[in-house]
């Protein structure tokens, strides 16, 4: 139960709700946290979110911190 977090802008993207495997190779190849909610939950979700291991920083004993420009608010710009 690792919070996934976004080290670019701090926010939370969830809890891991499942992996991707190569079968071939047996590595890790990404982490899956699920989509938000569309109205405060009651009328579904989004897709999940699919995050590539490339993208991951660091996983610590509570928390995986990665690293994209993908999940940024593009709403919010510093001034």
């Known amino acids: 139960m690792k919070e996934v977090i976004n080290v670019l802008d701090g926010k939370r993207l ?8 190569d079968t071939d190779t047996g590595r890790l190849t990404a982490i899956v946290v699920p989509g938000t909610g569309k109205f405060l939950g ?26 994209s420009s ?10």
């Open 42 to 67: 009651l009328f579904g979700r989004n897709e999940d979110v699919v995050i590539p291991w490339e993208k991951i920083n660091k996983i610590g004993s509570d928390v995986i911190l990665i690293e």
């Open 14 to 21: 969830g809890t891991i709700t499942d992996i991707e495997i």
């Open 70 to 79: 993908f999940f940024t608010d593009t709403r919010t710009i510093a001034k």
